[in-house]
T-cell receptor, first 114, second 113 residues
Framework: SAVISQKPSRDICQRGTSLTIQCQVD?????MFWYRQQPGQSLTLIAT?????????ESGFVIDKFPISRPNLTFSTLTVSNMSPEDSSIYLC???????????FGEGSRLTVL | KNQVEQSPQSLIILEGKNCTLQ??????????LRWYKQDTGRGPVSLTI?????NTKSNGRYTATLDADTKQSSLHITASQLSDSASYIC????????????FGGGTRLMVKP
């Protein structure tokens, strides 16, 4: 299994500001993903964080709004830019170990935008 | 369009009782199906992962079944405990480039004493 640490665990932000969420894994992993979970909803994939290259974004998500970095095989960041109340969600980092397609999730970062 | 539908949306049971959660999917081509448990305020934790050839898989008091012909899965919880109160999410992986995952909406289970 993989141990995933996310920071911050929660934050309250003002409209128009940006917040960067960090994801640290205890081992090198091939695949890292960022998900959003809006209140009462299931998870939606934002993007796949690619090591050493630009992230691959899903439909409805763009790099200007959700810039992602992945400098190495154990670390990634997601920035939520120019926030609005609609961005209030839980943001989850996830990693794939490649073994039987297993996917592990961090504890999530709960973001509230006022 | 790939879809995963879960039922019921929410469920309340008494401690010690059994319950069954349902998952129907239209994901094609099918690769595997996973059940996750998500406690409130926590990230999802994997319970089981099943491939095409597996009909039943158990993890303690959790037993998942898969019928690939009818594209249905169930998660049976035996002798429920208060700690089983959580959301249970069914996730189906497609056997295509990128192994795209489709998430169900989840079933919110509450176990009452």
């Amino acid at each position: 299994s993989a141990v995933i640490s996310q920071k911050p665990s929660r934050d309250i932000c003002q409209r128009g500001t940006s917040l960067t969420i960090q994801c640290q894994v205890d081992s090198q992993v091939t695949m890292m993903f960022w998900y959003r979970q809006q209140p009462g909803q299931s998870l939606t994939l934002i993007a796949t964080a690619n090591q050493g290259s630009e992230a691959t974004y899903e439909s409805g998500f763009v790099i200007d709004k959700f810039p992602i970095s992945r400098p190495n095989l154990t670390f990634s960041t997601l920035t939520v830019s120019n926030m609005s109340p609609e961005d209030s969600s839980i943001y989850l980092c996830s990693v794939g170990t490649g073994r039987a397609g297993e996917l592990f999730f961090g504890e999530g970062s709960r973001l509230t935008v006022l | 369009k790939n879809q995963v539908e879960q039922s019921p949306q929410s469920l309340i049971i008494l401690e010690g009782k059994n319950c069954t959660l349902q998952c129907n999917y239209t994901v094609s081509p099918f690769s595997n199906l996973r059940w996750y448990k998500q406690d409130t305020g926590r990230g999802p934790v994997s319970l089981t992962i099943m491939t095409f050839s597996e009909n039943t898989k158990s993890n303690g008091r959790y037993t998942a079944t898969l019928d690939a012909d009818t594209k249905q899965s169930s998660l049976h919880i035996t002798a429920s405990q208060l700690s089983d109160s959580a959301s249970y999410i069914c996730v189906v992986s497609a056997a295509n480039a990128g192994n795209m995952l489709t998430f169900g909406g989840g079933t919110r289970l509450m176990v009452k004493p």
